[in-house]
């Protein structure tokens, strides 16, 4: 199997993902993928079974909308068929990838409480591969209004079962709270992945999550796995982030994933833009870190397949980030009343692209 190269090649006159780009942002409800046909879709695997990952951390502000937001539309990026579930009442998802804010469109509300079904609230997005189950402030009321319920706790996983057989991946992400909305997440989906900051508190709102999940295993989701963690928003120069490192290696093993997400200047701003990084600035470290997440998780679920394979050769362009991007990267980090404090402190100046 041929390796997923650390960056795609750039065609000199033509934005390498414009091959992906899909029609304007305006959301079209049971839209099916443009190559999709007899159960198969163009570069992707002949039969399709999702597997559903819920991004879930209790705590807040450790990056998991922007894990799910950036995974979901590198898993796109590679040609496999991709759903994103917004189950935040904040929809940050949705705002993040161009969907403006309407109480009338078909969302994540509307499929909970039985309004319309998972293949009705379907959105499109920017990335032809990428399909989006918006949220809406509405989202919070599900608390309270399925309260007494029957079958509360399954009515994600029902909405989603017959949406399966059309994606490669489910990317569902849960809201920074253990309530009902996390709990039909976590029973709809097959595996966790866990985002955290390499820091004291962060170990500990872990252990609560993990605690949780056992739960979930022994009353309503046996099947449920830890898919990993990934370290977020991550600095490895501080000691403190080597130990915690250190720490979550020896609990977690070979469920820490290699690849770290470090903080970066583009991840931030993309959102304000309602694209994805890799939308945004392909060649930054928040893009190729995602990327390189998302080529973990391929591997470990569908080794046989070959990602950007297609695009492994175009005209020999360079992977190399290019001159004129960095420095625009380190002048957006660098600015004059930056600059003038780490000059008076004796700082180096900080190389995003090291």
């Known amino acids: 199997m041929e390796s997923w190269p650390d960056t795609l090649p ?24 443009p190559h999709y046909a007899d159960g198969q879709v163009s570069g992707s695997p002949k039969k399709l079974m999702a597997r559903i990952i819920a991004v879930a951390n209790q705590k807040g502000g450790v990056g998991k909308t922007t894990t799910a937001i950036n995974l979901a539309a590198s898993l796109a990026a590679a040609k496999l ?55 809406h402030k509405n989202l919070i009321g599900v608390n309270f209004e399925l309260v007494d319920a029957e079958n509360r706790e399954f009515r994600l996983r029902d909405a989603l079962t017959p949406l399966r057989e059309q994606f490669n991946f489910i990317v569902i992400d849960c809201p920074p709270a253990l309530d ?14 866990i985002p955290m900051q390499a820091e004291y508190f962060a170990l500990e709102g872990v252990s609560e999550l993990l605690d949780t999940i056992e739960r979930i295993r022994a009353g309503l989701n046996p099947a449920l796995e830890i898919e990993g963690v990934v370290l977020t928003m991550f600095d490895e120069r501080t000691n403190l982030a080597q130990q915690v490192t250190a720490e979550l290696k020896r609990f977690f093993g070979e469920k ?5 997400i470090p903080r970066n200047v583009r991840l931030a701003e993309a959102p ?21 997440l998302a080529k973990e998780i391929i591997a470990k679920h569908m080794p046989d397949f070959q990602a950007f394979a ?18 625009e990267e380190k002048q957006v980090v660098n600015a004059p009343r930056w600059r003038r404090w780490r000059d008076r402190n004796k700082l180096v100046t900080i190389d995003l692209k090291g």
Do not use: M, W
């Open 10 to 33: 750039i065609d000199s006159n033509q934005n390498k993902y414009d091959s992906l780009v899909h029609a304007p942002q305006s959301g079209i409800a049971n839209a099916g993928f």
């Open 81 to 135: 068929n991709t759903l994103l579930v917004d189950c935040d009442p904040q929809s940050n998802s949705t705002s993040g990838l161009g969907l403006a804010k309407d109480p009338d469109r078909n969302s994540t509300y509307k499929v909970l409480v039985g309004e319309c079904d998972g293949a009705g609230a379907l959105q499109a997005t920017a990335l032809e591969y990428l399909r989006l189950l918006p949220a």
């Open 180 to 193: 009902l909305l996390t709990l039909n997440s976590l029973v709809a989906a097959d595996t966790v992945l």
């Open 256 to 260: 820490l994933f290699a690849t770290s």
């Open 272 to 292: 304000s833009h309602g694209k994805p990084v890799l939308l945004y600035d392909e060649r930054s470290r928040g893009a190729e870190s995602y990327l390189q």
């Open 310 to 327: 297609a695009a492994a050769g175009v005209d020999g362009a360079s992977s190399q980030p290019s001159e004129g991007n960095e420095q």
